[in-house]
């Protein structure tokens, strides 16, 4: 079963930041917290992932509390292109289990 | 460098039958898992290999089965097929088991008349 909490769907506007939150309460110390996001039923692409600290790639940032209960995804600069439903997962063991994920649409 | 692949992209099949799905993982990855997702859910866990063992299964009734080949490419199978197994089959590979990320392929969309 999954392990978080996401909202359903969000809207951002277009080259505005995209904040997108994930609740994990009862996240393990030893456990990562994943993010990927699926467009239009391909298959889902990794975006990042974090233990405690806050982490940056190209794509995205991930924010973590420091209680690691909750973290953020942040898209910088959205762009139509990143309108898809966004996972947040919590790896548990070897296997990743899923959420519905938060439909994110941005708008021109 | 090429990514997870799966074939047969799409496939209509009718209830009862059989079918087989393939997948070849990324070059030096040696786990494979699969995963399936009805409309409107997030995958769900099926089965992951590891060096041609099975290292974990998904709460998934035993029509389904799958196995790794020594390339670590792998095969998911379904027997008997139901109406309720029409999905996208999404296979992903690991370089190994343990803490890994998971790299996903295309899938395989399967319906089932």
């Known amino acids: 079963d999954a392990k978080t909490t996401q909202p359903p769907s969000m809207d951002c506007a277009e080259g505005r930041a995209a904040n997108l939150p994930c609740n994990h309460s009862?996240?393990?110390?030893?456990?990562?917290v994943y993010w990927y996001r699926q467009i239009h039923s391909q298959g889902p692409q990794y975006i990042i992932h974090g233990l405690k600290n806050n982490e940056t790639n190209e794509m995205a940032s991930l924010i973590i509390t420091e209680d690691r209960k909750s973290s953020t995804l942040i898209l910088p600069h959205a762009t139509l292109r990143d309108t898809a439903v966004y996972y947040c997962?919590?790896?548990?063991?070897?296997?990743?289990?899923f959420g519905t994920g938060t439909s994110l649409t941005v708008i021109p | 460098d090429a990514g997870v692949t799966q074939s047969p992209t799409h496939l209509i099949k009718t209830r009862g039958q059989h079918v087989t799905l393939r997948c070849s993982p990324i070059?030096?990855?040696?786990?494979v898992s699969w995963y399936q997702q009805v409309l409107g859910q997030g995958p769900q866990f099926i089965f992951q290999?590891?060096?041609?063992?099975?290292?974990g299964r998904g709460n998934f009734p035993d029509r389904f089965s799958a196995r790794q080949f020594p390339n670590y490419s792998s095969e998911l199978n379904v027997n008997a097929l139901l109406l309720g197994d029409s999905a996208l089959y999404l296979c992903?590979?690991?370089?190994?088991?343990?803490?890994?990320?998971?790299?996903f392929g295309p899938g395989t969309r399967l319906l089932v008349l």
């Open positions: 997962i919590v790896l548990t063991g070897n296997q990743f289990y």
């Open positions: 070059s030096g990855h040696k786990s």
């Open positions: 992903a590979s690991s370089r190994t088991v343990v803490l890994e990320t998971q790299y």
């Open positions: 009862t996240i393990s110390g030893n456990e990562y």
């Open positions: 290999y590891y060096e041609k063992e099975e290292r």
